[in-house]
């Protein structure tokens, strides 16, 4: 299991999050998500793939010249995935920090948690 999760940790992270393409990211999301996923963030919680889709083209729409980029290794506790990430410009320093923690269930993400560490707001 500790090898799937880090699998989809980091196809959610890149794949899904850090894919411009829709038709690639539709894939994605068929492939990383349960079909109620569940995506609690600080905006609220959206819940089904669908959901998740249009608010990750949301977001992907705001990005431009933005990338995801991994910090560290995906930590991991049996069915329960934690990955750090920093976004920003390539080779610059990031517009923001922060984590997703998610739960995995029979082979996909059923309940996935972002949290925005930084930058820290004055």
Do not use: C
Request: net charge negative.
């Amino acid at each position: 299991m500790s090898d799937e999760v880090t699998a989809l940790m980091e196809a959610n992270l890149l794949a899904v999050f850090g894919e411009p393409d829709p038709e690639r990211r539709a894939k994605a999301i068929a492939e990383t998500y349960t079909e109620d996923v569940v995506w609690t963030d600080e905006e609220g919680v959206a819940v089904g793939r669908e959901a998740l889709a249009a608010k990750a083209q949301k977001l992907l729409d705001g990005m431009q010249g933005l990338v995801f980029s991994k910090v560290g290794r995906v930590q991991k506790a049996q069915n329960f995935g934690h990955l750090a990430w920093e976004l920003g410009p390539p080779g610059q320093d990031p517009v923001a920090t922060g984590f997703d923690a998610a739960l995995v269930t029979d082979g996909r993400i059923s309940s996935l948690y972002t949290v925005i560490t930084g930058p820290e707001k004055a």
